[in-house]
């Protein structure tokens, strides 16, 4: 286990754990996970299909891919694994592993599919993890990634805001555990929360919603924005990539025909391992 942060794998324990997502609608859970994989090729995987969900948490996308596939590995080094295990029991087709990235187990090679939502800008170096998870998939094979953005598609203004709220993510990461749940829900409530309906509002009047911030959470619940203020503010670790390096880092891991979406969450981008000659 090199590639990993303890104690960003250690925050992540204390957080899936107290947000097991049974707070969270099937309802709203699917319409999330369809935004993530609404440029997933499906049409590309068998029914047999052998496939791994990287840094799964509390397995939130699991439970709607198990499904469709023969085998599903979870993979995870923190505690939420065995949340996961819980959560998923009914699902007779997944393994469960608490492994890292870089160690999870896995024969190269021999996966048809595989998927990292929310994973590489919490590593200390993604472009290690890509090539480690790109490895062991068979040629032709797809996989999903969902990293966090440096802002390459906003204006100036934009930018500004985030390294405003990249200074209190770094003070309150580092606070003791029950400061931190406790101000990372209260960001919730004061600035998630009415920036959604703000735009929610905005959005019905017709205007542009494109740079307005916050706007992905316009129709989503208050539990979803609780979870989602603690990722990005309790946090120790957390680090952004733009468009091309992230092309350049799939490529370099001996991935092709990559294709992001153009929407939000920034940027999701799926890949196809290369067929080599």
């Known amino acids: 286990m090199k590639n990993l942060d303890k104690k960003?794998?250690?925050?992540?324990?204390?957080?899936?754990?107290?947000?097991?997502?049974?707070?969270?609608?099937?309802?709203?859970?699917?319409?999330?996970?369809?935004?993530?994989?609404?440029?997933?090729?499906?049409?590309?995987?068998?029914?047999?299909?052998?496939?791994f969900d990287m840094g799964c948490g509390t397995g939130r996308w699991a439970k709607f891919v198990a499904p469709k596939v023969r085998k599903l590995h979870c993979i995870d080094p923190s505690n939420a694994?065995?949340?996961?295990?819980?959560?998923?029991?009914?699902?007779?087709n997944i393994r469960y592993h608490q492994?890292?990235?870089?160690?999870?187990?896995?024969?190269?090679k021999s996966q048809d599919f595989g998927y990292l939502l929310g994973v590489l800008h919490y590593v200390p170096d993604a472009r290690?993890?890509?090539?480690?998870?790109?490895?062991?998939?068979k040629p032709g094979a797809p996989?999903?990634?969902?990293?966090?953005?440096?802002?390459?598609?906003?204006?100036?203004?934009?930018?500004?805001l985030w390294v405003l709220s990249n200074i209190f993510r770094l003070i309150i990461s580092r606070l003791p555990k029950f400061l931190n749940f406790l101000i990372c829900d209260i960001?919730?409530?004061?600035?998630?929360?009415?920036?959604?309906?703000?735009?929610l509002m905005i959005e019905k009047v017709?205007?542009?919603?494109?740079?307005?911030?916050?706007?992905?959470?316009?129709?989503?619940?208050?539990?979803?924005?609780?979870?989602d203020s603690r990722d990005r503010f309790g946090s120790p670790m957390e680090k952004r990539y733009s468009k091309n390096e992230i092309r350049k880092m799939m490529t370099d891991a001996g991935l092709e025909?990559?294709?992001?979406?153009?929407?939000?969450?920034?940027?999701?981008?799926?890949?196809l391992k290369k067929n080599k000659k």
């Open 128 to 137: 290690a993890a890509i090539k480690s998870c790109a490895n062991l998939l």
């Open 143 to 160: 996989i999903l990634l969902y990293i966090y953005y440096s802002l390459d598609n906003r204006p100036i203004w934009f930018k500004w």
């Open 206 to 227: 017709g205007l542009d919603l494109k740079n307005f911030p916050l706007h992905f959470y316009r129709n989503l619940s208050f539990y979803v924005m609780r979870t």
């Open 99 to 108: 492994k890292s990235l870089d160690s999870s187990g896995l024969k190269n």
């Open 81 to 92: 694994i065995q949340v996961a295990k819980k959560k998923l029991k009914k699902f007779n």
């Open 257 to 271: 025909k990559i294709k992001f979406k153009n929407s939000v969450p920034f940027w999701t981008v799926v890949g």
């Open 8 to 51: 960003t794998v250690d925050s992540f324990s204390d957080q899936w754990v107290r947000y097991d997502q049974s707070g969270m609608k099937n309802k709203e859970a699917y319409k999330i996970y369809k935004s993530y994989f609404s440029i997933f090729p499906w049409d590309k995987i068998p029914k047999s299909a052998e496939g």
């Open 187 to 199: 960001i919730a409530l004061i600035i998630y929360y009415p920036f959604a309906k703000i735009s």
